[in-house]
T-cell receptor
């Protein structure tokens, strides 16, 4: 079975631009979470969606938004990019709460 | 607020020996789950082991075991018979489980494990 997939793998953007990151969960998983991992740190929670509804939001500015589609895939959008947004963005899916989350390979975003 | 502390930025272990990675946590929620993840240089987070706060026995998964000491709020990961492929960053994480609790995993800062041949 395919694991969590994320696209693109790598992305380079300029300050002020907008970016959309995509995630497809493991088949049958209805919960998707997004995390930001800055180099040298542990992942920080951004959003969680379950059955297309937002179930949790971390301490991130309104420039960050997300949504989940009927097929349970998800998008993370970041507007007005800052240099500090450069990070590995991880998507995780789970069959049901509160058990283990399975992570995708991540999207490495570089903002110049 | 939940918090995870990993005090060992880096650890070295000889191949085939056991190693313990430390993790302490803080929460006011009586119901919570503790997780350990491995992150190789490729970046993907690999789930290793889970321990629930009400579980009576310490969790084990193959060469991984979790030394859960609830009163001390510690959840150390023990890797037995280390292999070269175990070299990676290891993260301890926690999720509060009570109704209305935050849904996210909270991660520690990680421990970089290097297995020496």
């Amino acid at each position: 079975d395919a694991g969590v997939t994320q696209s693109p793998t790598h992305l380079i953007k300029t300050r002020g631009q907008h970016v959309t990151l995509r995630c497809s969960p493991i088949s049958g998983h209805k919960s998707v979470s997004w995390y930001q991992q800055v180099l040298g740190q542990g992942p920080q929670f951004i959003f969680q969606y379950y059955e297309k509804e937002e179930r949790g939001r971390g301490n991130f500015p309104d420039r960050f938004s997300a949504r989940q589609f009927p097929n349970y895939s998800s998008e993370l959008n970041v507007n007005a990019l800052l240099l500090g947004d450069s990070a590995l963005y991880l998507c995780a899916s789970s069959l049901r709460e509160p058990y283990e989350q399975y992570f995708g390979p991540g999207t490495r975003l570089t903002v110049t | 607020a939940q918090k995870i502390t990993q005090t060992q930025p880096g650890m070295f272990v000889q191949e085939k020996e056991a190693v313990t990675l430390d993790c302490t946590y803080d929460t006011s929620d009586p119901s919570y789950g503790l997780f350990w993840y491995k992150q190789p240089s490729s970046g993907e987070m690999i789930f290793l082991i889970y321990q629930g706060s009400y579980d009576q026995q310490n969790a084990t998964e193959g060469r991984y075991s979790l030394n859960f000491q609830k009163a001390r709020k510690s959840a150390n990961l023990v890797i037995s018979a280390s292999q070269l492929g175990d070299s990676a960053m290891y993260f301890c994480a926690m999720r509060e489980l009570a109704s209305g609790s935050a849904r996210q995993l909270t991660f520690g800062s990680g421990t970089q494990l290097t297995v020496l041949p």
